[in-house]
């Protein structure tokens, strides 16, 4: 209760003073958002963001890069630094994680998806510097220390092959990213439309990446979803299947170290 008289002060004051509470849900990694009813733009969702770096990038997102996806996302409404929070439009319909789907009607859904990818990742110009791949290795190096005992000797030395790999492949344009492009941040409305939401670890990175949980979590099961995605998002080169092959171990020791039960940093890579 006390979350919600937070939030929904928060909303009472940035936007509408007689804003009503509707539901209050356990957001991402330790978030909480509620949704509140307002006179002037219906339902809309706060955000407390768990960490100012957090609240910076979702931000940045909605008002450079988001505004490209048009009805197909969230539009910023209010924002605050103290606490670090948002209040963004709500959108209709549930996460396609929890849709059950006739298989013609989900190829649909992820060919859709594959378009709204594509349009974020145009939403900015390309960026070679700084070097992402010495980034991105040097990530994989504090990951290494966070898991600790959790992972043997060999898999290290695999996972330093695949980031000097990684690094070989330099240098590689960076783009607007999503960075957790998953099926529970894909809305799936009644209108059968397709809407992204959760930026907040939205910044500049390989492109690739944003396909990294999608080609090992979901595609191995269904071949059909790849297909349909990648016909609309556009087929990949023989540079972005390596840039999923090594950024695959690097996702392995974030989800090891998240899920672990000590306090490892929750810190997106």
Known sequence: MADVNIHLALCQRLL??????????????GTRVLRASTSAHGDVIVKI???PERHNQEVHAYR?????????APRLLATTY???????TAVAGVPLSERRLDPTVDQEAHRKAGQLLRTLHAAGPPRLEPDWTSWLAERAEYWIHQVGNRIAAARRAE????????R??????????????MPRNMIYGDDGAVRLIDFEHSRYDL???DLVRLTTRVWPHRPDL??????????????????????????LLTSLARHAPSTASRTAT
Do not use: N
């Open 49 to 51: 963001h768990r960490s």
């Open 64 to 72: 450079t890069w988001v505004p490209a996806l048009g009805d197909k």
């Open 16 to 29: 509408d003073a007689d804003a009503m509470p509707v539901a209050s849900h356990p957001g991402h990694a």
């Open 207 to 209: 492109p690739a990446r």
């Open 226 to 251: 790849r297909a349909s995605f990648l016909h609309e998002y556009g087929q990949l080169s023989a540079v972005d299947d390596a840039v999923l092959e090594h950024c695959a171990y690097l996702d």
């Open 159 to 166: 996972v330093r092959a695949h980031m000097r790999a990684l």
């Open 168 to 181: 070989d492949l330099a240098p590689l344009p960076a783009l607007p990213c999503h960075l957790d492009f």
């Open 82 to 88: 103290d606490p670090p929070a948002i209040v963004i």
